[in-house]
């Protein structure tokens, strides 16, 4: 059709305005007769481009969708223009908290503390507050208790794409336990019946 | 060792032993019990002193590397003697061992997550930034509002409440749960929305207001009203469903 604008711009500009990181089907989806590794395609001639001329953005895939950000060498600048300040770093006791929960979910509290060997009130508490994770259900057993679990937002907040991204660890199987699924097998579970 | 050793630097028991198991380069497939245990109690005798509800989980340690300690020094057929076999979760230095490996490698992940945040921290979205706002999630709902989130809520209400002065003593109402149903379905008709906190609007006992809740609960449940909360940690709303 004559004066569509090119794919490249269509997907640009799809990406910017998104209500949410949108993923390669749904930019495909969009756009008559164009798949979706046609849209990883494109993406990766835009990024290109942006650092051919020295753009101060590119195109990143987080939680399975793809954003329009700033670069981290730009970093300073941006956050100098910005008026809100960005909340705190999460505290190591957090970092090791959604550590537990993200290799182990779906995990209860006591579950948690036996692990790290202190109690999690609290920082499990920081942790929902800021949308990192959440109750997934409840275990059986005396005094059903919550079962807690990573979230997309977990994913954003860390810059992963999804829960394969985190390391292995040194050796795999130890961490994991015997016989329980890898962290993206439990996070694909999670998503889809969540939805 | 006459260091200041300060035990807010260890993020517990385990991370203390992990630090002196490390630190002095000791095999951790063969902790040397007596001499760990002996280093962790100097330890915690040199420390500053600790918060209260910090303290316990490196005293209960102390005591857990003890009893391994005096088991060592038993021999074996006196220890397990007259059944006091009370649930340990450490009984043995190979549950020690295995305890201190799985949380080194959590330690690690940490490390990394942490690595992460940094970097993460640097990088900024459309007019907010991606990491930290706006990112709808696939919630665990109680309707299409989160568990905690709508506890969160009514606890805010109950708190409200609790600072409210009665401003007459009305007589005891009795609160009924399928009278209280029955009231909110009417008040809350198809199409119809309420504030999550207007729904308890100028109760006051506690009794009042957990029933309202719970009735609230059973009408999502049993689908006449849903529950929505457009805004991250915003208000929640309450709709009226067409049966």
């Known amino acids: ?195 | 060792m006459d260091y200041q050793v300060r035990l807010e630097l260890y993020e517990g028991p385990l991370d203390l032993l992990l630090h002196l198991i490390r630190s002095r380069e000791l095999d951790i497939y063969e902790i040397p019990i007596a001499e760990i245990t002996d280093q962790y109690l100097a330890f915690l005798a040199q420390a500053d002193a600790l918060s209260l509800d910090r303290a316990g989980e490196f005293f209960l340690m102390a005591a857990t590397l003890m009893r391994l300690k005096a088991r060592q020094l038993l021999p074996r057929s006196e220890e397990l003697g007259d059944g006091e076999e009370e649930e340990e979760l450490i009984s043995t230095p190979e549950d020690l061992q295995a305890r201190l490996l799985e949380y080194e490698q959590f330690k690690e992940v940490a490390q990394h997550l942490g690595e992460a945040e940094g970097r993460a921290r640097e990088v900024f979205g459309r007019g907010y930034n991606l990491n930290f706002l706006g990112e709808e999630t696939l919630e665990d709902r109680i309707g299409d509002v989160g568990l905690y989130e709508l506890m969160k809520a009514f606890f805010q209400v109950m708190e409200r409440a609790k600072r409210e002065p009665p401003v007459h003593e009305v007589e005891q109402v009795e609160v009924n749960l399928e009278e209280r149903i029955r009231l909110i379905r009417d008040r809350i008709g198809a199409g119809t929305r309420i504030a999550f906190s207007e729904l308890f609007e100028g109760m006051v006992r506690r009794l009042e207001l957990i029933v309202t809740f719970v009735a609230l609960l059973e009408l999502v449940r049993l689908g006449s009203l849903r529950l929505d909360q457009p805004e991250p940690m915003g208000e929640i709303w309450v709709i009226g469903k067409a049966q």
């Open chain 1, 1 to 195: 059709m004559a004066g569509s604008p090119p794919l490249s711009a269509i997907v640009e500009a799809m990406i910017f305005a998104a209500d949410r990181p949108p993923s390669a089907r749904q930019l495909a989806s969009q756009v008559e007769g164009i798949s979706s590794a046609a849209i990883r395609q494109t993406i990766e001639v835009l990024n290109r481009e942006y650092k051919a001329r020295g753009s101060g953005l590119e195109i990143v895939e987080v939680a399975q969708g793809y954003r329009l950000v700033t670069r981290p060498e730009c970093g300073p600048w941006v956050k100098a223009i910005r008026a809100s300040g960005l909340p705190p770093p999460l505290s190591q006791a957090a970092l090791e908290t959604g550590a537990v929960i993200a290799y182990r979910q779906p995990v209860t509290r006591a579950q948690i503390e036996e692990i790290r060997g202190v109690q999690v009130e609290t920082v499990l508490r920081t942790l929902l507050d800021r949308g990192l994770i959440r109750v997934v259900g409840r275990a059986e057993g005396p005094g059903r208790p919550l079962l807690y679990g990573t979230t997309d937002r977990f994913l954003t907040y860390f810059g992963l794409r999804s829960l394969e991204d985190l390391p292995p660890g040194r050796e795999i199987e130890d961490l994991l336990g015997e016989g329980e699924a890898g962290p993206g097998e439990m996070a694909r579970a999670l998503t889809e019946g969540g939805s």
